[in-house]
């Protein structure tokens, strides 16, 4: 069976919907998994986390965006050996890699846990995520291939199938395990995630047997001098590619390491006791930023999907097309997060009681929420630079924030009168910092103007959306906190969008393009 080609705009949607729903059951195990383990349990699991990002970085950072870069580029050639040879030289390349890792975490096993983890408690959840690895590095190179012949619908089924598995098989196991202490009930929850990946890969396989065509081997595959130097060949350019990306992944994984600890003795320099900075900071990291990552769904989705179409069109030197996709990208990305900015802002307090029974980190959501735009639209402005071959300025620019980040975070942070949001200020600054370089890194590449009077009606539309927000949520009609903020939230949103229509930032063709529902809209042309 043949891949179904979506336009841009459609597979950033397939992709928007796959994520949005993935986002919104990941905090299923964020409240059900301390209930069940306790903190401490939790916190196992935590310790497992970083080690963990760090490898996977390695391993397949940025392959998959390279996988996608290059078959994009030969699909708009019609070279499909091409496309065979890059990969299957990827799966041996990160298949490869990964197994080394495994070998030398087995073999290091007992000294991660007790002197880099710090807690020899680990050892046991550490064992059970190594099979996570080598199942990331292949399917992260099949979910390159789908997206660099546009067809976004396994990836989405992919990440939809893997988090429904990891969801319940890690809570299951984590029951099933608890009796035999907190360390094989931390390790019986990673279990779940390796299951999740295994669904994941699953999807993706079926998809790439039916659609494999029956073919006679080529000239060049019938002739294995050839195809060895051809591989080598695809293998510069994949390794070209993937690296920077790899190393840019890279720096923000270790900045986020060196932030938690960095934070953490800041605070404590700062006079305030032990477990209240470890909680203030759990509550920054663990439930403010996953909040102001919500609408990021739509982010991946347009940064996944630019990569492929940036490429083709600068196969063909079709800067125009370049243009229009930059636009449609950073205009959805200012659209969309917009609503999330303006409730996450004006009901902080009712939002974080709602879901996380505790408001107190609602003024650290409150500070962030604005600054969130520029963290909106840092993923398609660094896709763009990928995919127009400039990886090693995003490298750069994602370093420097990082950098900036560090010292702010010990300037402020130990500073009594900023405490925790000194460690917040800092963040934001990273966040603004790493998007205005992309911006201008962009600008001078290609020439691309964001077209200001966008922002105006959107800062208009989100300024009455506010002011529908709060005329309701003061009126209090239900008197039950959490229908209230419902009320006035849907309300406010469908003011919102509204508003988009009235201003003409979104027409009936932008909704035909979002599949399922464009349909009830009529066709469309390709975008």
């Not at 046991?124 to 590095?137: Q, R, S, W």
């Not at 907190?182 to 396989?205: D, H, I, Q, R, Y």
């Not at 960095?262 to 209240?276: E, F, M, N, Q």
């Not at 406010?492 to 393009?513: E, F, G, M, N, P």
């Amino acid at each position: 069976m043949a891949l179904r080609k979506q336009t841009f705009i459609q597979g950033a949607m397939i992709l928007l919907a796959a994520g949005l729903l993935n986002r919104l059951l990941g905090f299923v195990p964020r409240i059900v998994l301390p209930r069940m383990i306790g903190a401490e349990g939790v916190g196992l699991i935590q310790l497992v986390y970083p080690f963990m990002i760090v490898l996977l970085t390695l391993i397949a950072g940025g392959i998959p965006l390279a996988v996608a870069k290059l078959v994009a580029e030969s699909e708009a050639k019609g070279d499909q050996v091409a496309i065979r040879r890059i990969v299957r030289g990827s799966v041996s390349l990160a298949l490869s890699m990964s197994l080394i890792a495994v070998a030398a975490c087995l073999g290091l096993a007992k000294w991660i846990a007790s002197y880099v983890m710090t807690d020899p408690r680990v050892q046991t959840a550490f064992l059970a995520m190594l099979p996570i690895l080598p199942l990331v590095a292949v399917s992260s190179v099949w979910r390159g291939y789908f997206q660099g012949k546009m067809n976004m619908i396994p990836t989405a089924f992919s990440q939809t199938a893997e988090t429904l598995v990891r969801i319940a098989l890690s809570l299951i196991f984590a029951w099933m395990l608890l009796p035999n202490g907190l360390e094989w009930a931390a390790a019986g929850a990673v279990l779940g995630m390796v299951a999740g990946e295994v669904a994941g890969l699953l999807v993706l396989w079926i998809q790439l047997i039916r659609e494999r065509p029956s073919r006679p081997p080529s000239y060049a595959e019938a002739n294995p001098n050839l195809s060895r130097s051809q591989d080598k060949k695809l293998m510069r350019q994949m390794l070209a590619i993937a690296a920077p990306v790899t190393g840019s992944k890279m720096i923000g994984s270790l900045s986020y390491l060196l932030e938690s600890i960095l934070t953490a003795r800041s605070l404590a320099i700062a006079g305030i006791v032990p477990a209240i900075a470890t909680a203030q900071y759990g509550a920054l990291q663990g439930m403010v930023i996953p909040l102001l990552l919500l609408p990021g769904a739509l982010t991946y989705s347009l940064a996944v999907s630019l990569v492929p179409a940036l490429s083709e069109a600068a196969s063909r030197g079709d800067w125009a097309t370049i243009h229009v996709r930059l636009h449609q990208s950073m205009r959805l990305a200012v659209v969309s997060g917009a609503p999330f900015i303006v409730l996450m802002g004006l009901l902080a307090e009712p939002l974080c009681t709602l879901l996380y029974g505790d408001g107190s980190m609602a003024g650290m959501l409150r500070w962030m929420a604005p600054i969130a735009v520029f963290l909106y639209m840092q993923a398609p402005l660094q896709a763009a630079l990928q995919a127009l071959n400039r990886p090693g300025t995003a490298l750069f620019n994602t370093f420097a924030g990082a950098a900036i980040k560090i010292i702010l975070i010990i300037q402020l942070a130990t500073r009594p009168e900023f405490g925790i949001y000194g460690a917040v200020i800092a963040i934001a600054v990273n966040m603004a910092l790493v998007t205005l370089l992309h911006w201008i890194s962009v600008a001078r590449l290609t020439g691309f103007r964001m077209q200001s009077l966008d922002f105006l009606k959107v800062t208009v539309a989100m300024i009455i959306m506010s002011a529908v927000a709060l005329w309701i949520w003061n009126r209090h009609w239900l008197n039950v906190g959490a229908a209230d903020m419902l009320t006035a939230s849907i309300a406010s949103v469908i003011v919102y969008l509204l508003l988009l229509i009235a201003l003409k930032l979104i027409d009936r063709h932008d909704v035909a393009r979002i599949p399922i529902v464009g349909k009830l809209f009529g066709p469309t042309k390709p975008t």
